[in-house]
């Protein structure tokens, strides 16, 4: 009988293609995951995975494992969260992901869309800006608030719900940090971090250059604001972010200096195209009718 956290492991190990990471993101041991996934091995009777010192990949038998069992164990999991939905009185969820930390100030938006629509359930998920897009496209989530623009030709982009100034996030004791505001020119001079991506949406906040055409040199890479904190509370680097972080990473070892040559960042809802939905259309109808433009 195959065991059912046996099954999780071979799927996450699939989407992982590393040990050591797949038993992290569900906190096993690597000991376990090998384990798990010589047994599967012996019991198909060859090979699911290749090993080398470097690389995890699916085998061809592997890979069509993966195809035929993924569908069914994701459906088994929709059909227990639909069940406990409507143990709750629930008929309908939607997903929403979030790269800003503001949630907070969308309150007025999620109450007027739950009082409207009684019988669905909001879930909210945080969405790192190091592969923004990547949850959307999976379908784990039905829509997403995201900095703009975003200019992919397989996502919708819904209302502007929300704008707010551009500031330089630097360490307490950084020479800029004492300064009434900043110019982008001053970028020149530091190393700033990077690590969102695509090229075009990460130059919004993380232009390559300055106004007079100076290099600005890019440093560490960063997927979340947590990843950030360190680097910047040290000096090794600075970024521009969003004003909401300093309300909600306020810290005494990183100061937020206004940007005066910022355009103001702007944000808003973007989902999968084709897969546009009644719940989706209302969220950004409602969205749109409230005008959250800071």
Same mark, same amino acid.
């Given at each position: 009988? +195959? ?7 071979? *799927? ?12 992290? $993101?569900?906190? +096993? ?52 969260? $639909? ?23 969308? $309150?007025? *938006? ?21 592969? %923004? ?53 001053? *970028? ?49 680097? +600075?970024? %521009?972010? !969003? ?13 937020? +200096? ?5 355009? %103001? ?9 084709? !897969? ?19």
């Amino acid at each position: 009988m +195959v065991e059912l956290r046996d099954i999780e492991i071979f *799927l996450v190990l699939a989407e992982e293609l590393h040990f050591t990471r797949t038993a992290e $993101r569900l906190h +096993v041991t690597p000991a376990r995951v090998s384990q798990a996934i010589k047994k599967q091995e012996r019991r198909v009777g060859a090979a699911l995975f290749e090993r080398n010192s470097r690389n995890v990949t699916l085998t061809p038998i592997g890979q069509q494992l993966f195809d035929d069992i993924e569908p069914m164990y994701r459906g088994m999991h929709e059909g227990m969260d $639909r069940a406990r939905l409507a143990a709750r009185g629930k008929t309908g969820v939607l997903r929403i992901g979030s790269i800003a930390v503001n949630l907070h100030d969308f $309150r007025p *938006l999620f109450d007027t869309f739950a009082h409207d629509h009684p019988t669905c359930e909001v879930q909210l998920r945080h969405v790192d800006f190091g592969d %923004p897009f990547a949850q959307l496209r999976a379908g784990e989530i039905d829509m997403q608030i995201v900095w703009l623009p975003v200019r992919e030709p397989d996502l919708t982009v819904g209302p502007v719900i929300y704008t707010e100034p551009i500031v330089l996030a630097v360490g307490a004791t950084h020479p800029l940090a004492n300064r009434d505001s900043v110019s982008y020119e001053d *970028l020149a001079d530091e190393t700033v971090m990077g690590g969102a991506r695509p090229d075009y949406w990460r130059e919004i906040l993380v232009p390559l250059r300055t106004p007079s055409g100076r290099l600005i040199r890019i440093g560490p890479s960063v997927s979340n604001f947590q990843e950030m904190i360190p680097i910047l509370a040290t000096g090794e680097a +600075v970024s %521009p972010v !969003h004003a909401q972080a300093a309300r909600y990473y306020a810290r005494p070892d990183i100061a937020y +200096v206004p940007i005066r040559d910022a355009p %103001p960042g702007r944000w808003g809802l973007i989902w999968r195209t084709g !897969h546009e939905t009644e719940l989706i259309r209302s969220f950004a109808d409602t969205a749109q009718h409230l005008g959250f433009v800071e």
